[in-house]
């Protein structure tokens, strides 16, 4: 007599047939594998090869070794070994700015720590074990398989430029930073010029644009929105999952923005403050700071976040008599990141965009940091809690 054997065959034969399934659906993708560690890369192309994934490549570099190539839009899957690389967000930026937003990317290491596997997967970025969650290639793969035109669940990069006071050059700071990333990548970037903006992108970028709305194709590569006034806070109009990088220009000068700040620094990876040196300017940014230093405190996310000061001069000053660098620091209780000069020549002013000045900004827009004065996205925190205790 046999015992349960045929629930065995029954189960064997389901299986079977759901890893054919499976099989079918995937096979066809052609799949990248990131990794320095040989016993990585085995372990992988081994459950690859048994759901007759076979179109992979090996690619010998470490995550912080991957530069943009134009092979990479080849590959539908990227599967990156992150070792022990503990930073999701300077993670999510390097894939952001390397891997194309089409391709889903899966990495693999040995950080076992839930809210890192959780801010990852709120970007559309896999994160799984290394040799523990490897079985869950294949589903990751059937997922891609099954989702609207095959595409990838990645979100991009959002960065968010908030000027601290309306007519001090933010829009046209970020057309020429525009100017220079268009230079240095090949991926799709969003320009979304904010409804609390003069709303004058068709004329900085000497286009003409849709007002109504709908995203205006500038060229290949770049997009551009114009907010409309009953989506400034509402942010579900942005499909990120299509550009590998989204940039959005707000005046927080405006009380219909700042009341929005939340919202605003919830959906953003890095933000940008612009001043110049008038003090209203320098105020509205210190505001700023010190909300967030609030909403900080209850939700530490936030601490994840990149936030960066930029003084423009859009105008001559007098140095005798007008605010001083230092002077801006004191006052906002941390360090400047990028100061841009006065350029009064309308002809050097548009061709700005290769000087070494926009250069800086936009390296940390996609996402290289060079020995930023404030790289720990803690020390505003720290910073504003320190002046807070003396005053």
Not at 180 to 208: H, M, V
Not at 254 to 277: A, D
Not at 299 to 324: G, H, T, W
């Amino acid at each position: 007599m046999q015992l349960f054997s045929s629930n065995d065959k029954k189960k064997s034969s389901n299986s079977n047939a759901n890893q054919e399934y499976v099989e079918g659906r995937i096979s066809g993708f052609k799949v990248a594998i990131v990794s320095t560690r040989e016993s990585i890369v085995d372990s992988i192309k081994s459950i690859l090869y048994l759901y007759n994934v076979l179109s992979i490549e090996e690619i010998s570099l470490k995550i912080d070794d991957i530069n943009e190539n134009p092979r990479w839009g080849e590959f539908d899957v990227f599967i990156i070994d992150i070792n022990n690389n503990q930073n999701a967000e300077e993670i999510s930026a390097i894939v952001n700015r390397y891997i194309p937003i089409k391709a889903s990317t899966i990495l693999v290491g040995n950080n076992d720590s839930i809210s890192f596997a959780d801010i990852l997967s709120k970007k559309g970025i896999h994160f799984l074990l290394e040799n523990n969650q490897f079985e869950r290639i294949p589903e990751l793969l059937y997922s891609r398989s099954t989702s609207a035109e095959s595409l990838s669940k990645r979100v991009g990069s959002v960065v968010t430029f908030l000027g601290c006071k309306g007519g001090i050059g933010t829009s046209s700071l970020i057309v020429h930073i525009l100017k220079k990333i268009s230079q240095s990548t090949q991926y799709p970037i969003l320009y979304i010029q904010g409804a609390s903006t003069s709303r004058n992108a068709d004329f900085l970028l000497e286009k003409p644009i849709d007002k109504g709305g709908s995203v205006t194709d500038i060229d290949e590569m770049l997009k551009v929105k114009i907010e409309q006034d009953d989506e400034i806070g509402k942010y579900d109009y942005l499909d990120t999952s299509s550009f590998n990088i989204s940039i959005l220009d707000q005046n927080i000068g405006l009380y219909s923005c700042y009341k929005n700040l939340e919202n605003i620094i919830n959906l953003s990876n890095i933000i940008i403050f612009v001043v110049n040196r008038d003090p209203y300017s320098i105020k509205v940014a210190k505001n700023a700071l010190d909300e967030i230093n609030r909403i900080g405190q209850k939700n530490k996310l936030i601490l994840n976040k990149r936030f960066l000061v930029c003084v423009n001069d859009n105008q001559p000053y007098d140095k005798k008599s007008s605010l001083q660098d230092a002077d801006i620091e004191e006052y906002l209780g941390r360090q400047i990141d990028f100061t841009r000069k006065y350029i009064a020549n309308g002809e050097k002013f548009k061709k700005s965009y290769t000087n070494n000045e926009i250069s800086e900004i936009s390296a940390a827009v996609i996402g290289v940091v060079k020995n930023s004065k404030n790289n720990n996205p803690r020390s505003i925190f720290g910073l504003l809690s320190k002046k807070n205790a003396k005053s």
